[in-house]
Antibody, heavy 116, light 107 residues
Framework: QVQLVESGGGLVKPGGSLRLSCAAS????????MNWIRQTPGKGLEWVSF????????YYADSVKGRFTVSRDNAKNLLHLHMNSLRPEDTALYYC?????????WGQGTQVTVSS | EIVMTQSPATLSVSPGDGVTLSCRAS??????LAWYQQKPGQAPRLLIS???TRAAGIPARFSASGSGTEFTLTISSLESEDFAIYYC?????????FGGGTKVEIK
């Protein structure tokens, strides 16, 4: 069955960096577009980034553009999100999610907390 | 970006009742609209895509309609496992955006 398992979250100070990873299994990872989506109690669900199946098309939300970088390793079935210059408003549960529009599978999320 | 507005914020209903949830897009999205269900401590689950197509394994009591800017999700007869938060999301262009959710709670 499809599994998406995120890791790499944690507590980081403002201005710091983190790298999130998502290990995919149960499907042919290289054939699917992927996303990062985050959720907070206050702002709800917010799409963060998209990467196409081959990695050649990438989009970012304006709120993270220039600070976050998405990448994928199709040989290892891994999706990454490199997060720099983190701000308190980046605090959220980050989901790895499969799809090019509608999202048909979600991971369980990894918590990122940005606080001094 | 397209703003998705859901109403009401909360619905208090009894098991067996039918409910209709609304979602409005600030701009035309055609049928590029999905609905998700989220229970506490879980990730969202895809219920409906392309405005009205049930995802795999979703019971027939869930139905949806609409196009353009106005959409609805109907649950014909609520079962205990249906009490949850429901989100709509457009995928007509980037960025993808979600509504604020409708919480369906037990009366």
């Amino acid at each position: 069955q499809v599994q998406l398992v995120e890791s790499g979250g944690g507590l980081v100070k403002p201005g710091g960096s983190l790298r999130l990873s998502c290990a995919a299994s149960g499907f042919t990872f290289r054939d699917y577009n992927m996303n990062w989506i985050r959720q907070t109690p206050g702002k709800g669900l917010e799409w963060v980034s998209f990467v196409s199946d081959g990695g050649d098309t990438i989009y970012y939300a304006d709120s993270v553009k220039g600070r976050f970088t998405v990448s994928r390793d199709n040989a290892k079935n891994l999706l990454h999100l490199h997060m720099n210059s983190l701000r308190p408003e980046d605090t959220a549960l980050y989901y790895c999610a499969r799809g090019a529009g509608d999202i048909d599978y979600w991971g369980q999320g990894t918590q990122v907390t940005v606080s001094s | 970006e397209i703003v998705m507005t859901q109403s009401p914020a909360t619905l208090s209903v009894s098991p067996g009742d039918g409910v209709t949830l609304s979602c409005r897009a600030s701009e035309y999205v055609g049928s590029k609209l999905a609905w998700y269900q989220q229970k506490p401590g879980q990730a969202p689950r895809l219920l409906i895509s392309d405005g009205s197509t049930r995802a795999a394994g979703i019971p027939a009591r869930f139905s949806a309609s609409g196009s353009g800017t106005e959409f609805t999700l109907t649950i014909s007869s609520l079962e205990s496992e249906d009490f949850a938060i429901y989100y709509c999301q457009h995928f007509n262009n980037w960025p993808l955006t979600f509504g604020g959710g409708t919480k369906v709670e037990i009366k």
